[in-house]
């Protein structure tokens, strides 16, 4: 499957806000965004200009898209299986989008970034309920139990990101067990409880694929 290998933070640079891409260095003053790094792009400030309503749009989707490290099509897909679903299209995007496996395993703080997390499900290190699954947009269910294989449990990078639910626990949604590295889907997320989207509308993204 094709992806994305160019420098993450050019991405977060590109759309002036945080995506959290790269797990701690994101919170540190290393940080593109917090040391206000230019948008990539020769000559760039001479061509902004005021924004159109398709502009404001497309990069609104963007940064959804490039949040959970998903090229075009996949995001595209994912789309239109929230339009077919009942209630808000926006809202059940989210929670599709949510309940991603590399997402979840990203919530329940086995790995420090999505990118990570989506590394350590193709690599075969993730399990739900009792069988390795290496598809990173695998679709969790409700009470779907996922844990880490015997090797995993040993990598140091799973032990440094642990140290974040120390510090500020899991979603609302979820359930884990920090001590047997093991962690349950309790509900479907709702839009309100994904905090860290605050600043995402994802109205204009419906508003961009219903064109």
Same mark, same amino acid.
């Given at each position: 499957?094709?992806?994305?290998?160019?420098?993450?933070?050019?991405?977060?640079?590109?759309?002036?806000?945080?995506?959290?891409?790269?797990?701690?260095?994101?919170?540190?003053?290393?940080?593109?965004?917090?040391?206000?790094?230019?948008?990539?792009?020769?000559?760039?400030?001479?061509?902004?200009?005021? =924004?159109? &309503?398709?502009? +404001?749009? #497309?990069? !609104? *989707?963007? %940064?959804?898209?490039?949040?959970?490290?998903?090229?075009? @099509?996949?995001?595209?897909?994912?789309?239109?299986?929230?339009?077919?679903?009942?209630?808000?299209?926006?809202?059940?995007?989210?929670?599709?989008?949510?309940?991603?496996?590399?997402?979840?395993?990203?919530?329940?703080?086995?790995?420090?970034?999505?990118?990570?997390?989506?590394?350590?499900?193709?690599?075969?290190?993730?399990?739900?309920?009792?069988?390795?699954?290496?598809?990173?947009?695998?679709?969790? =269910?409700? &009470?779907?139990? +996922?844990? #880490?294989? !015997? *090797?995993? %449990?040993?990598?140091?990078?799973?032990?440094?990101?642990? @140290?974040?639910?120390?510090?500020?626990?899991?979603?609302?949604?979820?359930?884990?067990?920090?001590?047997?590295?093991?962690?349950?889907?309790?509900?479907?997320?709702?839009?309100?409880?994904?905090?860290?989207?605050?600043?995402?509308?994802?109205?204009?993204?419906?508003?961009?694929?219903?064109?």
């Amino acid at each position: 499957m094709a992806r994305y290998t160019g420098p993450q933070c050019r991405l977060c640079r590109a759309e002036g806000s945080k995506l959290f891409l790269k797990g701690e260095r994101c919170f540190s003053d290393h940080c593109a965004v917090t040391r206000k790094r230019p948008a990539p792009g020769k000559g760039l400030r001479s061509r902004q200009g005021k =924004r159109t &309503d398709y502009g +404001v749009q #497309l990069r !609104e *989707k963007q %940064k959804m898209k490039r949040i959970y490290c998903m090229l075009e @099509k996949q995001f595209k897909i994912t789309f239109q299986k929230a339009a077919g679903m009942p209630g808000r299209t926006g809202d059940s995007l989210i929670a599709l989008l949510e309940k991603r496996l590399d997402n979840i395993v990203y919530r329940m703080r086995f790995a420090s970034s999505r990118k990570q997390a989506r590394q350590l499900v193709s690599h075969g290190h993730i399990l739900v309920n009792g069988k390795r699954v290496t598809i990173p947009s695998y679709q969790l =269910r409700v &009470d779907d139990k +996922v844990e #880490l294989g !015997e *090797k995993a %449990k040993k990598l140091l990078s799973v032990k440094e990101s642990m @140290k974040e639910y120390t510090r500020s626990g899991v979603a609302p949604w979820l359930e884990v067990n920090p001590d047997a590295l093991v962690g349950f889907l309790r509900a479907v997320p709702r839009r309100n409880d994904v905090t860290d989207l605050a600043d995402i509308k994802e109205q204009l993204v419906v508003e961009l694929y219903s064109k």
